[in-house]
């Protein structure tokens, strides 16, 4: 190999490397994000209630829909009522009876406001 083309594959390198670096750097970023308080605890409200039903980091059905996104999305899964924080704490609290493939419990009297606003805070993050 000639010395001119070592120092070509040098420098394309560098920016390859470079690009890739910050890539890798913004995708930790992104997963080491902080909760707020009222979040990590929504967060451990989702694992101990919702999670053996609903997926918090995908769109996937699991019994229940997953919720990676509720909030951001134009309208809820399965209802198709507006995705508005206002119908997300109603269907906690009330359940859906009707629920496919598997009834959705009422956690109304089981969480308390707080819990319920707190978990809100989570799926807010997800």
């Known amino acids: 190999m000639q010395r001119g083309s070592s120092n070509t594959v040098k420098w394309l390198f560098i920016p390859v490397l ?3 670096l910050s890539a890798a750097s913004t995708s930790w970023a992104k997963s080491k994000t902080t909760l ?6 929504g967060k451990k409200i989702f694992d101990q209630n919702c999670a053996l039903c609903h997926y918090a980091d995908q769109t996937n059905n699991k019994i229940g829909p997953g919720l990676k996104g509720v909030l951001k999305n134009k309208e809820l899964p399965y209802s198709h009522r507006p995705a508005t924080v206002a119908n997300v704490q109603e269907q906690i ?9 598997m009834p959705m419990p009422a956690f109304s009297g089981k969480l308390s406001k707080t819990q319920i606003n ?9």
């Open 18 to 20: 470079v690009l890739g």
């Open 93 to 101: 609290e009330k359940g859906n009876p009707q629920g496919k493939p």
């Open 36 to 41: 707020s308080p009222a979040a990590e605890a």
């Open 118 to 126: 707190d978990l809100i805070e989570y799926l807010k993050t997800l």
